[in-house]
C-alpha cells in the first residue's frame, strides 16, 4: 500500500508528468508549481482500503522477498 505522499506523486507523475517534456530544470520546477496549485485548489482525500494489519503483512513479505533476492545475488 502506497503512502499518501508517494500517492500524490505518482497522480503527478501519470497525468501531468509523462506527457510533458522539459527544456530545463525550471520548465519542470514550473510545472510542478502548478500542478501542486491545481491539486490545492480541489484537494481529494485518500482514502485507505486495507488496514495497518494488512499492509504491515504485505510490507514484511516484501521484506522477505528483498532479502531472499540479496542474499541469492550475493551468494556466488
Not at 18 to 42: K, Q
Request: hydrophobic content about 35%; overall charge negative; cysteine-free.
Amino acid at each position: 500500500m502506497a503512502e499518501p505522499v508517494e500517492r500524490w506523486f505518482k497522480e503527478l507523475t501519470d497525468k501531468q508528468l509523462r506527457r510533458s517534456s522539459f527544456t530545463s530544470t525550471s520548465d519542470l520546477i514550473d510545472t510542478i508549481d502548478e500542478w501542486a496549485e491545481h491539486w490545492n485548489d480541489d484537494p481529494k482525500p485518500f482514502v485507505w482500503h486495507k488496514t495497518a494489519e494488512e499492509t504491515i503483512a504485505k510490507v514484511r513479505r516484501g521484506r522477505a522477498a528483498l532479502t531472499h533476492v540479496t542474499k541469492s545475488a550475493t551468494d556466488h
